[in-house]
């Protein structure tokens, strides 16, 4: 019983009109939407009370939150990129680094049994001339 009055005065205070705002910025008198009307998507216009839970916004506020969305995905886009250049230019370092420290491709050189013997040789050969010279 106070469950039907209660439900009463609420729906007395329900409007059953509300603004609808077109396109081209107009607004029209229009019927606010019943519970049976609200399936799964409903238009409500402007000062309508929802019948079950969702998101409810004007047209300006959900045009406002596209334009937002756009904007953020530029921006990712960008970020992106930006991502990509940097990523880019740390592996050309990488490889300029790799080429400015790599061993010389000679293997190292076994000649200085070579040397030795050569600078023996002609020490020797210089010893014997000079004390020819000095006879």
Do not use: F
Request: proline share 4%.
């Amino acid at each position: 019983m106070v469950r039907l009055l209660i439900m009463s005065v609420a729906l007395c205070g329900v409007p059953t009109s509300g603004q609808w705002v077109l396109k081209n910025g107009e607004q029209v008198e229009k019927p606010c939407p019943s519970s049976l009307q609200m399936t799964e998507k409903a238009r409500m216009p402007q000062g309508c009370v929802a019948h079950q839970a969702g998101v409810w916004l004007s047209r300006k506020k959900y045009t406002d939150y596209e334009l937002e969305l756009v904007r953020l995905e530029e921006k990712i886009k960008a970020a992106k990129a930006r991502e990509a250049v940097l990523a880019q230019r740390v592996a050309d370092l990488e490889l300029q680094v790799k080429v400015t420290t790599v061993a010389g491709a000679c293997p190292p050189c076994k000649c200085t049994r070579s040397i030795v013997t050569s600078t023996a040789i002609t020490t020797g050969v210089c010893a014997l001339w000079t004390l020819y010279k000095l006879q």
